[in-house]
């Protein structure tokens, strides 16, 4: 009689220790991986990105003047009816689309051309010929007084290009 009653006080402790030990390791591994998680998919705002970038004072450009902002990823053009910015992402498969001053098509040259797929756009971001199905986006440009802030934030969709898009200086 005596060893049923050891057995059972002795080996029910044991026993349980082992399974809370169990549990709380599980459970440990399923609050870290949680964790982990969260961690690597939470988006962490880096750089100017998202935000209002000061560009300059209008004096700063003449037109014809293309100026790539690395912190803000756009281009700001100064054109005949006033300022543009673009995002340089290509509206096709999403390349960074650089501005290739030497690059001669059809007489002129300097043009904005995908490395990807060959996609190229004029100084005002509209397509010219590849498989983008609409202009380089462009994102809201403000004055105040002589000085240039652009929102990027405010990413903006086009079908083409209008004249009424540019910021005049």
Do not use: N
């Not at 059972?8 to 459970?27: I, K, N, Q």
């Not at 399923?30 to 705002?45: D, G, I, N, T």
């Not at 690395?70 to 290509?90: D, N, P, S, T």
């Amino acid at each position: 009689m005596a060893v049923s009653g050891a057995v059972g006080g002795v080996g029910e402790t044991r026993r349980g220790m082992l399974a809370f030990t169990g549990w709380l390791t599980m459970a440990l591994l399923a609050v870290q991986a949680v964790v982990a998680f969260v961690f690597f998919f939470w988006p962490r705002k880096t750089g100017a990105f998202g935000t209002v970038i000061s560009a300059g004072k209008v004096g700063d450009y003449k037109v014809g003047d293309i100026k790539y902002f690395v912190e803000g990823k756009f281009y700001l053009v100064r054109l005949q009816e006033g300022f543009i910015a673009l995002y340089q992402k290509c509206p096709h498969l999403g390349c960074v689309v650089p501005w290739k001053a030497d690059f001669e098509y059809e007489g002129k040259t300097g043009w904005f051309r995908c490395p990807c797929h060959g996609s190229t756009y004029e100084r005002t971001g509209q397509i010219v010929f590849g498989p983008a199905p609409r202009p380089m986006d462009y994102m809201k440009i403000s004055m105040k007084g002589d000085a240039i802030s652009v929102d990027t934030s405010a990413i903006m969709k086009r079908d083409t290009w209008v004249p009424s898009q540019a910021v005049a200086a």
